[in-house]
């Protein structure tokens, strides 16, 4: 049906593109009656045509037809200026279609098929962790693990029918080797290697061990205070040899230092500067760590991180050697977190200045931890946070919803880059360990086996 000429034809119902190419000729009232209610048709119900201003194209193409009538009277010869009217008002007309086209992307024969609708960019989904290597199935009742600092060896606690024990496996193959018995009555809750992967330490709820395999039995066992409690030991004479201050330690973001002597004393972040991050056998020690950390409500409005009266139940503490694995620190406390108000909820923002928190309280390390220790503060369950060791990611259990999946940020973006979904539930800070070469998180979700969870290009952006 021919809808440009045709008086009879019916009313069409047009495509975007063909409503476009309409509208020069429409706005000087060269089309049909249909055709010209087509347009209007199509004008009023799309969406891209109301965003670019063409609502009011039949009130203008009405305006136009008036003035063409005042300067082109029964078809008399047009005078200049006559002439000049019209083809200013054609001028106006094309630079309106132009504009329009140019926004949609396709003004000049660019492709019609084009997206109409802009659309803001899309957060990446995160991409499901996927195991690489699962340990022997022995490893399933893992209660904590630590990696030597070669990359080599796993070793983890975890009872053999009813005792306790501590295995050394092959991170590479996931087999287990050597078996050291533990001496107390439960498995210790923390495990941790010397900076040099010579001697290994554990920790229950009242006993220190250490041990320099290949041999099987402990070189050094000492009794631990009761919590909230530390205490520094000299390993090589098997002696106490410090109780840093339970009260200013830690406090209001310092951190305690390593010594050449191995006594601990205090020193402050530089202001201004966003807290450290810390790991065992570094010369500073602080709550927020690559190996775990724990944020938990203190039932006040208000979040505290180290360990949590249920932690202390299941033997959770912090243990670090000094840099020259002469010395050992225990620790069993918790210090309140100094929140950011822009973190107090919501989705954490890269931008945002960690460190500038109120005078009292830890400040955050950045605003990803923030955002947690908001959530945690106000009541709703509690979260674990994990550093990698190059500063580049950050795992984590965000306890305070329904969801339990583990998420590997990348922090410099704030964005969540992978994910494994259901593995928060029952996870301890002791129970991830990072693998740096090839990158990957080591995990022992209670129940399962042991599992390597590769991170290939996570956090490259």
Not at 42 to 53: D, N
Request: include cysteine.
């Amino acid at each position: 049906m021919n809808w440009r000429r045709d008086p009879r034809a019916a009313v069409p119902r047009l495509q975007h593109d063909d409503a476009v190419k309409y509208l020069v000729e429409y706005h000087f009232g060269r089309l049909s009656p249909q055709l010209n209610a087509a347009v209007e048709a199509h004008i009023r119900e799309c969406k891209i045509c109301q965003r670019q201003g063409l609502g009011h194209a039949a009130t203008e193409r009405r305006e136009v037809a008036r003035k063409l009538r005042k300067v082109r009277p029964n078809k008399q010869r047009l005078s200049g200026r006559a002439r000049g009217i019209i083809l200013f008002l054609l001028v106006i007309a094309i630079l309106q279609i132009a504009v329009f086209e140019l926004t949609r992307g396709a003004f000049f024969g660019s492709h019609p098929s084009a997206a109409a609708t802009p659309t803001a960019t899309a957060t990446p989904t995160p991409s499901p962790l996927t195991s690489s290597l699962a340990f022997d199935a022995a490893s399933a009742g893992t209660a904590a693990l630590s990696l030597s600092p070669d990359g080599k060896t796993l070793a983890t606690a975890s009872l053999s029918g009813s005792k306790p024990v501590v295995t050394l496996w092959n991170a590479a193959t996931g087999k287990p080797g050597t078996t050291l018995a533990w001496p107390g009555q439960s498995a210790p809750g923390v495990l941790a290697w010397s900076p040099d992967g010579k001697a290994l330490a554990a920790a229950d709820g009242s006993l220190i061990g250490v041990w320099v395999p290949p041999a099987t039995t402990l070189a050094v066992m000492l009794s631990l205070p009761a919590p909230p409690a530390l205490r520094v030991y000299d390993v090589g004479a098997g002696t106490v040899l410090q109780e840093p201050d339970l009260t200013t330690s830690f406090a209001n973001g310092t951190l305690l230092r390593w010594s050449a002597t191995g006594s601990l004393s205090l020193t402050t972040p530089v202001a201004g500067t966003q807290p450290p991050v810390t790991d065992s056998g570094g010369q500073q020690i602080s709550l927020w760590r690559t190996d775990g950390s724990h944020l938990f409500s203190d039932g006040k409005s208000g979040a505290l991180v180290g360990t949590s009266s249920a932690g202390t139940d299941k033997h959770e503490a912090l243990l670090s050697w000094s840099p020259d694995g002469h010395f050992l620190l225990w620790a069993s406390v918790n210090r309140s977190v100094a929140v950011p108000p822009a973190q107090s909820a919501g989705t954490p923002s890269p931008s945002a200045t960690a460190g500038t928190a109120p005078a009292t309280g830890i400040p955050v390390p950045n605003a990803i931890v923030g955002t947690l220790a908001g959530n945690v503060a106000q009541g709703h369950g509690d979260a674990l946070v994990w550093f990698s060791p190059d500063g580049r990611l950050l795992a984590a259990c965000d306890r305070t919803a329904s969801a339990t999946a583990l998420d590997i940020y990348d922090i410099a973006s704030g964005r969540i880059v992978s994910q494994l979904a259901g593995a928060c539930a029952e996870l301890t800070p002791a129970a991830l360990a990072w693998q740096a070469s090839p990158s990957a998180v080591i995990l022992a979700v209670p129940g399962k086996p042991i599992a390597v969870y590769p991170l290939g290009a996570t956090g490259g952006g």
